[in-house]
């Protein structure tokens, strides 16, 4: 098993900035990736973007490319979300996943973290 803790979330006013972060521990695989998705109340949780643990790459949704980052910590295990110019439409409970690269299925969800961008 593989456990994710994100941390982070928090009010902040519309074209500020936060970073999220995301804990793993538990099992590794040979090859994974870890994403961030959203869900924002009455809507479905939406991809916002992933980064391949050992190549680093990294690629993001439309809605958010220019203005999020996600980058990786090895050593600590832990995956990073900077969020700039965050925009009203950003608010959503924040949620990372971490799956191995041989599959398409996102196995294991940490427990979300609120961000709530005012106007």
């Known amino acids: 098993q593989v456990q994710l803790v994100e941390s982070g979330g928090g009010l902040v006013q519309a074209g500020g900035s936060l970073r999220l972060s995301c804990a793993a521990s538990?099992?590794?695989?040979?090859?994974?990736?870890m994403g961030w998705f959203r869900q924002a109340p009455g809507k479905d949780r939406e991809f916002v973007g992933q980064i391949n643990w050992s190549a680093g790459n990294t690629n993001y949704a439309d809605s958010v490319k220019g203005r999020f980052t996600i980058s990786r910590e090895t050593a600590k295990r832990t995956a990073y979300l900077q969020m700039n110019n965050l925009k009203p439409e950003d608010t959503a409970v924040y949620y990372c996943a971490a799956r191995s690269t041989f599959v398409v299925r996102w196995d294991y969800w940490g427990q979300g973290t609120q961000v709530t961008v005012s106007s």
């Open positions: 538990g099992r590794t695989f040979s090859s994974y990736a």
